[in-house]
């Protein structure tokens, strides 16, 4: 893969709702930049990682999750450190087990996974489960060039997202 890879998925609803972006790209060039960057500039509230599968065993590719909301409260950050990073991490490895990202390369690219997790989310098991399908459809889209621009022209009349509706 010489390309990179931009993809956008939301998964479910209410509070455990996922919303992830990735950029999947080589690690000679400006995805990896970008990631070591990231890595190395943590800020207060925003403190990239490496997505582990378990201690001592990171997702292939290497992955690193960015929490898009503020983290203020211990619970908010456990939900970031536990649930939503195993649940990055196992769908970054069903994308590389569906061959969505080519396991002949994995070694060769960087992940960047932009992760929201929101405050007054409680359920961890469900932010694990929208996490898990919302990376690996991020990665899908971004793999097939999603989405269609004859699609996006025709909803530009009428945005919506979970959070407002145009009319």
Do not use: C
Request: hydrophobic share 50%; no cysteine.
């Amino acid at each position: 893969m010489s390309d990179v890879q931009l993809g956008e998925s939301f998964i479910g609803k209410g509070a455990e709702a996922a919303h992830v972006n990735t950029v999947l790209g080589p690690r000679e060039g400006a995805v990896g930049t970008a990631w070591a960057t990231a890595l190395a500039g943590p800020t207060v509230g925003h403190q990239p990682f490496v997505a582990i599968l378990r201690p001592g065993l990171p997702v292939k590719p290497l992955t690193l999750f960015v929490n898009k909301a503020t983290i203020e409260a211990d619970a908010h950050g456990l939900l970031h450190w536990g649930p939503a990073q195993a649940g990055i991490a196992a769908g970054v490895a069903d994308a590389v087990a569906d061959g969505v990202v080519p396991a002949d390369q994995v070694d060769e690219l960087a992940l960047i996974a932009a992760v929201w997790v929101n405050p007054a989310a409680a359920d961890a098991d469900l932010v694990y489960r929208n996490n898990r399908e919302a990376v690996r459809t991020a990665l899908a889209a971004g793999a097939s060039g999603h989405p269609d621009l004859d699609d996006v022209l025709a909803a530009r009349a009428h945005p919506r997202n979970p959070f407002y509706a145009a009319d």
